[in-house]
């Protein structure tokens, strides 16, 4: 398992655990372990989709991303969002934290970067989207990708 900062060897067991191989696929529901208050909504559950976005309310396949601000009826968060394909290699998983020193870092960092918010995050989810291919999979390309939600 490939270990990288903040990643633990539970984070690399869950990998296997969580993880699914689709083209357009998604990750099943996922409950967060605080509840995640974006754009006024506080959502209690998440989806890691394949194509490199998150959503809440439901799975979502999108592989065509469009600009920001969409105005869009879904709340998306689209830290890498592209026509990604993890059939044959790669793959997408995801971890979250409600205690520990992942919290401890991810409160300084947004501090260290934005000394007047006052920060302190109670919730870090991170998703991975670990040597995953773009479509249609050739296993040549690769990406690495953690996105961190930090809640205050
Ligand atoms: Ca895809």
């Known amino acids: 398992c ?5 990643m633990s060897s539970l984070l690399c067991a869950l ?10 696929g998604s990750s099943p ?10 754009f006024g909504n506080a959502y209690h559950q998440i989806y890691v ?15 065509t991303p469009y600009s920001f601000p969409a105005h869009s ?11 990604l394909d993890n059939r ?3 793959n997408i998983f995801y ?15 947004i501090n260290q970067y934005f000394p007047n918010l006052g920060f302190s995050a109670n919730l870090v989810f991170i998703a991975t989207w670990d040597r995953v291919a773009y479509y249609p999979n050739s296993g040549t ?12």
Do not use: E
């Open 88 to 90: 044959v290699n790669g």
């Open 15 to 24: 990998i296997v655990a969580n993880h699914s191989r689709s083209d357009d």
């Open 2 to 6: 490939y270990q990288a900062k903040y």
């Open 95 to 109: 971890q979250q934290y409600i205690t520990g020193s992942v919290l401890q870092q991810a409160t300084q960092d």
């Open 49 to 63: 989709n394949h194509n490199g976005h998150l959503t809440f309310n439901q799975a979502w396949s999108s592989f």
């Open 141 to 152: 390309v690769r990406l690495f990708l953690w996105f961190y939600i930090y809640q205050k």
């Open 73 to 83: 009826t879904i709340d998306l968060i689209a830290p890498f969002w592209t026509d």
């Open 29 to 38: 529901l996922i409950p967060l372990s605080r509840p995640f208050v974006y």
